[in-house]
C-alpha cells in the first residue's frame, strides 16, 4: 500500500475541501435549522462529481475508487460539522454502487444519473420497527407476481425519506421472500402506489430526515430486483461493508476540525496568567486525542484500499480480511470523533455549550454514527467476533 497520496487525488482533495469551507461551512447552521441541504449545495456536489461518486461513468458517476470517495467524506464531514451533509453523501456513494453493481441494466440507465446529478435521492430500507440489525428476521415481505413483486411490511429509521418523496427516488429495500427462498433486494420509489411515509424527529443532522415507509401491496416491476432472486442478502451486506467506510471516514473529518478549532482556542486563552495550551491536563489530552484520530484515519484508509483492491474489483477471495477492516474502522471512528467533540467542548468550558462556539452541531451528529447509523457499535463487535473466531462461537447471519 501506497501511503502517500497521488498528484490526482491530493488536487481533488484539495478541491473539496474548498468546497467544505467555500459552501458547507457557511451553510451548516442553515442546514441544521432549516432541516434540509439547500438545493444549491447539491448542485455543487454534482458538478464537482460528489454524489455516487463510485457510480461507473456510463450511469453518471466519477467513477472513483473507494480511496478517492474516502477522501472525499472526511472533506465533507470537515466541512459540514452537522453531518447532514455527510450522511447524504455516503448513502449516494455507498448504495449507488451496490445499485451499479448489481441492478438490472434498464434500472441503472432509469435512476443512476438523476442520483448522480442531485436531482433524485437513493437510501437503504433494512431497518424495522420490530428490529434493527437483527435482519435475518424481518416482517417485511415480497411476493412474486406475474410482472414483479409486491411489497407488504414497514421499515423505520430511514435516512432520506422526505428527500426521496420531495425530490424522487427511493430505497434498496430488503425483503424476505414468501416462498421460503430467501431475501430480496429491491428498489422501491418512494412515491409508489402503496406506499406512505412518516418523518422523525431527530436529536442532530437534522438537514437530511429520518422516518419510516409502510408498504401495502405496493408493486415493484421486475426490473428493479438486485441480483438473483432470493439471494439479496448478501448484496446488502456488501453494501454496508462499502458504506460503513465512508461513515467512518466523515466522522475522521469531524474529529480533525473540532481538535483544530480546540488548539487554536488553547493556544489563546488565557487562564491563571497563561495560554490553556500551557496546562498539561489540558496539554495531554489534546496530544492523545490527535494519535487516535491518525491511528483511525490510517485504519480507514486501509480499509478503503481493501474495497479497491477486492470488493470493488469484484473479488471475493479476501472478505473476511475486508469485512474485519470495515467493521474495526466503524467500531472505532465514531467514538474517537465523538470524544474529541466532546473533550474540546470542555475546554472551553460554558462557552462549549453553546450554540455561538459551533461544537454541539458535530455532538449531535455523530453520535448519530455511535447508535445505529449503518449498523451500531455492538453489532460491529458482533462480526469481528464472528470473523474472529468464527460462526459457531458468534452464530449472528
Keep these: 500500500m501506497e501511503f502517500e497520496l497521488s498528484d490526482e487525488e491530493q488536487a481533488f482533495q484539495a478541491a473539496v475541501r474548498k468546497f467544505g469551507d467555500k459552501v458547507l461551512r457557511p451553510n451548516e447552521r442553515k442546514i441544521d435549522s432549516e432541516g434540509r441541504i439547500p438545493p444549491e449545495v447539491l448542485q455543487e456536489m454534482a458538478r464537482l462529481g460528489l454524489l455516487a461518486m463510485p457510480v461507473p461513468t456510463e450511469y453518471g458517476g466519477l467513477g472513483g475508487s473507494a480511496v478517492l470517495t474516502e477522501l472525499a467524506a472526511e472533506e465533507i464531514g470537515r466541512g459540514d460539522f452537522s453531518m447532514a451533509t455527510a450522511v447524504f453523501f455516503l448513502l449516494e456513494a455507498g448504495w449507488g454502487w451496490t445499485l451499479s453493481q448489481h441492478g438490472t441494466e434498464e434500472a441503472k440507465r432509469e435512476i443512476l444519473p438523476p442520483v448522480c446529478q442531485g436531482k433524485a435521492f437513493l437510501g437503504i430500507a433494512t431497518t424495522e420497527p420490530t428490529g434493527g440489525s437483527d435482519l435475518a428476521h424481518m416482517r417485511t415481505t415480497s411476493?412474486?407476481?406475474s410482472d414483479g413483486f409486491s411489497v407488504r411490511g414497514e421499515k423505520a429509521f430511514l435516512s432520506g425519506v422526505e428527500e426521496a418523496r420531495?425530490?424522487?427516488?427511493?430505497?434498496?429495500?430488503l425483503t424476505k421472500s414468501t416462498d421460503g427462498k430467501g431475501f430480496n433486494f429491491l428498489y422501491v420509489p418512494t412515491?409508489?402506489?402503496g406506499n406512505s411515509t412518516q418523518k422523525f424527529q431527530n436529536m442532530g443532522r437534522m438537514g437530511?430526515?429520518?422516518g419510516a415507509i409502510t408498504y401495502s401491496d405496493t408493486k415493484v416491476p421486475r426490473k428493479?430486483?438486485?441480483?438473483?432472486?432470493?439471494?439479496g442478502f448478501d448484496l446488502a451486506l456488501e453494501g454496508f461493508t462499502v458504506a460503513r467506510t465512508f461513515v467512518s471516514a466523515a466522522c475522521i473529518g469531524a474529529a480533525e476540525r473540532a481538535l483544530e478549532t480546540g488548539i487554536a482556542y488553547i493556544r489563546e486563552r488565557q487562564a491563571f496568567g497563561q495560554p490553556l495550551g500551557k496546562f498539561e491536563g489540558i496539554q495531554f489530552e489534546a496530544v492523545d486525542l490527535y494519535a487516535q484520530i491518525e491511528a483511525?484515519?490510517?485504519?480507514?484508509?486501509r480499509a478503503a484500499w481493501l474495497l479497491d483492491k477486492y470488493t470493488l474489483a469484484g473479488?471475493?477471495?479476501?472478505r473476511s480480511e475486508v469485512v474485519k477492516a470495515v467493521a474495526s474502522v466503524k467500531l472505532t471512528a465514531p467514538p474517537v470523533a465523538f470524544e474529541t467533540v466532546k473533550r474540546v467542548m470542555m475546554w472551553y468550558g460554558a462557552a462549549g455549550y453553546t450554540k455561538d462556539v459551533g461544537l454541539e452541531l458535530g455532538l449531535r451528529g455523530v453520535m448519530s454514527y455511535m447508535v445505529g447509523a449503518e449498523g451500531g457499535l455492538?453489532?460491529?463487535?458482533?462480526i469481528l467476533g464472528r470473523e474472529l473466531l468464527g460462526k459457531e462461537f458468534v452464530p449472528y447471519r
Excluded at 420531495?166 to 429495500?173: D, F, I, N, V
Excluded at 428493479?224 to 439471494?231: I, K, M, N, P, Q
Excluded at 473479488?315 to 479476501?318: E, K, L, N
Design 224 to 231: 428493479y430486483l438486485l441480483g438473483e432472486e432470493g439471494h
Design 378 to 382: 455492538n453489532i460491529m463487535r458482533i
Design 191 to 193: 412515491t409508489a402506489a
Design 166 to 173: 420531495t425530490m424522487g427516488g427511493g430505497h434498496l429495500t
Design 296 to 301: 483511525v484515519k490510517w485504519q480507514c484508509r
Design 143 to 145: 411476493t412474486r407476481t
Design 208 to 210: 437530511i430526515s429520518t
Design 315 to 318: 473479488d471475493d477471495s479476501h
